[in-house]
Every structure is written in C-alpha cells, then in structure tokens.
C-alpha cells in the first residue's frame, strides 16, 4: 500500500515539476506586463520537438538541446517584438488574445515544419528504473525535478543580486516609476518574453524522455501550467513552483485512486476551487482598495 502511495507521489512530483517550469513563464510574463502569455504550452511544445528534429538531423544530444532552447528563445522574443509591443497600448484584454493566436499560429507552423506524429526521444542518462522504498522511479524523472531546482535557484539569485533582475522586478512592482528612475521597461518585456520561452523550452525537453513529444502537445501542459501559476498565485515564483507540484501530484492520485479518465479534469477542478475560494492563490498578494 505505501508502495503504491509512493508511486504515485513521485509520479506526481516529476509531472509536477514540469508544470511548475511552465508556470514560472506565465509568472514572469504577468509581472513585467500583467499579460497572460497563452503561447507558453507553445513553448514546452518547440523545445522537445526541435529537440527530436536536431537529433534527427544528426545532431548530439547537447547540441540539439541548446539549439533547440536558442530557437525557443528567438522565437519568444520574436513574439513579443512583431506582436506585443506594437500593442501594448491595446490594454491586457487584446494583448491576452494576440497571445492566443500566437498560440494556434506557433502550433500550425510546427504541424506544417516538422509533423503530426508522435516522437520519442531517448533519456539522457539511460532508462533502467531506480528502487526506493518498493517504488520505482525513472532516471529522467530526476532530471525533470532537478532541472526545476536549478532554474529555481538561477531565478532567484538573478532576481535577488543581478542588476537587470531588480530592474524587472521594478517594473512589476510599479512601471510608471521603473521608468522615472531609468529603467527600460521596453527591454524588460521583451526579456521577460525570452526569459519565458526559455523555462518552457526547458520543461519541453527534460519531459520529452518521459513523454512523448508532438506539435499539440503545448495545449494541456500550458493549460496546466496556468492552474499551477493561478494556484501558487499569478506573478509569485515560489507560488508557481509550489502549484506545478501540488497540481501534479494531486493528477497522480487522482489518477491513482479515482480513474485515470479524469487525470486532466483534476487540474481544471483545482483551479474552479481557487477562484472561487482563494482567487489570489495561495501566496498571492491580498490587497484592498480603498473607494
């Protein structure tokens, strides 16, 4: 019985560091423009299939997988240069929709440049199953949650020391006084973008081992990772972080325990009862306004 409980819970923590990755990109878009960037799955999606198709090409693993993230990141940028800036005085609601159709763009454009299939792409560290208390789990799986902790780690030391991460951090505080004080809150978007598409690109190819990879498969880990930002608290890393893991593993016992038919509901229901109950997520800002 514990065996089984450790199971799931370790399967949950590996999905769920993944969707803890996407959920950074939401927040980190959200702080510097309070833009939800709905082309994040997008991003997972780019990640592991250039990945597969850099290989495929011949390529070494470490190479696809840095070209694969520098294509991410171009393309991320490119977004916010063609398509959000000359916007951004269209107010939140128009930004959110050219967000979404970016979406569907990036997805066809992958359809048409590569292909509907499915694909494999093989661990980094072999596939041999490690034992823990009855339980098994994969090397990958340690990949995906260590690769959470890095990016966690870099994101905060580049937040807390870094000169460019305060100047962001700014920005999401209080733009109009960013600006006063000599901070271009244009860079800071456009960065914010490529910041984003990087975490994303990160999770598609840490999860691409474990899952396969195809051009539709941003849809439901972005949808996920926006539970998981909304759960955590729209705009706070840790709450992000904590939220990709909570959404996760409460999706393995779901599935576990109730019926894997219901695995993606679970995710959906969590947020209905967040916003109903707790909108600002758990450790999101509690602010009043005086009228």
Not at 75 to 91: C, F, Q, S, T, V
Request: charged letters at 10%; proline letters at 4%.
């Amino acid at each position: 019985m514990f065996a089984e409980f450790l199971q799931f819970l370790l399967s949950g923590v590996t999905v769920g560091a993944a969707y803890g990755l996407v959920a950074l990109g939401f927040s980190i878009i959200y702080n510097a423009s309070h833009v939800i960037n709905f082309a994040q799955g997008e991003f997972v999606m780019l990640g592991g299939m250039s990945t597969v198709f850099l290989m495929a090409a011949g390529l070494p693993m470490p190479v696809a997988v840095v070209l694969a993230v520098l294509v991410t990141v171009v393309l991320g940028l490119l977004l916010e240069k063609l398509a959000i800036e000359p916007a951004r005085g269209a107010g939140v609601v128009p930004l959110i929709i050219i967000t979404i159709g970016a979406s569907i763009f990036l997805r066809g454009v992958a359809q048409v440049a590569m292909d509907r299939e499915f694909h494999a792409m093989p661990p980094f560290t072999g596939d041999a199953p490690i034992m823990i208390a009855g339980a098994t789990i994969l090397p990958q799986s340690l990949w995906v949650f260590g690769g959470m902790a890095v990016m966690g780690m870099l994101l905060w030391y580049f937040f807390a020391r870094a000169r460019f991460g305060k100047a962001m951090l700014a920005t999401a505080y209080n733009p109009l006084a960013a600006r006063l004080i000599g901070v271009n809150t244009r860079l800071v978007l456009l960065c914010s973008f490529g910041l984003s598409a990087l975490l994303g690109s990160v999770a598609g190819i840490l999860l691409a081992p474990i899952t396969f990879t195809s051009y539709d498969v941003g849809i439901m880990l972005g949808l996920k990772g926006f539970c998981a930002a909304i759960l955590g608290g729209m705009g706070h890393g840790a709450g992000a972080v904590v939220g990709g893991l909570i959404v996760g593993i409460a999706e393995a016992m779901g599935a576990g325990y109730i019926s894997s038919e219901y695995k993606d509901a679970i995710a959906f229901i969590i947020i209905l009862l967040v916003l109903f109950f707790m909108p600002n997520g758990l450790f999101g800002k509690r602010t009043t306004e005086r009228v």
